[in-house]
């Protein structure tokens, strides 16, 4: 199963949300790894920092589009589960992450600089749909949600879109920026509300993945 998280806007969260569900994956019992496409490669120094008695996620950094798409299929046979960190770019890269998807999570933050951002990367989505010729699954995850009006008029627009958005969502928390330093995922954190919610959000995808499997 290849899991792409990717969108076309910076800082909306891919990297801390790929490691937090390779994390959960890793939990469950699935051999689970990580493709870092971005150039900062910063998922491959955050598994530098993962310490060896925790559950095992792999990561491979690859940012070249050719490699990306033969590795990844090569990694799918190894793994039960690969999940691709995606880069936060028009190029084609992003096309390749999406193509590649067995599913696609779209992170995005309450904004209107978010939703303008995802209108553009839903072209270059309906695009790699055509190309592949079939349909890619997606789910919208809404990232850093305050449960302010404004969060509930993104989640309004988003849900006008043919992609549905998963039932919870994640907030902007401390535990899951003291985790990525630590080499951990928030559900391995002492903070009880994010291990709850990076768990609701997993299960969320779990049910995702079991309806595409049925």
């Not at 959960?24 to 990580?34: E, L, R, S």
């Not at 535990?175 to 959000?201: L, N, Q, T």
Request: charged content about 25%; overall charge negative; hydrophobic content about 40%.
């Amino acid at each position: 199963m290849i899991i792409s998280v990717t969108s076309l806007k910076g800082g909306v969260g891919k990297s801390t949300i790929a490691q937090n569900l390779g994390v959960c994956f890793a939990h469950a019992g699935y051999k689970t790894c990580i493709v870092d496409t971005d150039t900062n490669q910063s998922t491959l120094r955050w598994s530098g920092y993962r310490d060896e008695s925790q559950p095992p996620v792999a990561v491979f950094g690859i940012a070249d589009g050719v490699e990306l798409a033969k590795n990844v299929k090569h990694l799918n046979q190894d793994y039960e589960i690969v999940l691709i960190d995606g880069t936060p770019s028009l190029s084609a890269v992003t096309s390749k992450i999406i193509l590649l998807a067995d599913l696609l999570i779209i992170p995005i933050q309450p904004s209107g600089l978010d939703v303008w951002a995802t209108e553009k990367f839903l072209e270059r989505y309906q695009d790699a749909v055509e190309q592949k010729e079939q349909p890619i699954p997606a789910r919208f995850l809404v990232n850093q949600n305050q449960a302010t009006n404004l969060s509930r008029e993104v989640r309004d627009i988003l849900e006008d879109t043919d992609i549905p958005v998963l039932p919870h969502s994640l907030k902007n928390r401390v535990a899951y920026r003291e985790s990525v330093i630590k080499g951990m995922g928030a559900f391995e954190s002492k903070d009880e509300k994010a291990r709850e919610e990076i768990a609701a959000v997993f299960k969320d995808i779990v049910t995702a993945i079991k309806k595409l499997n049925k």
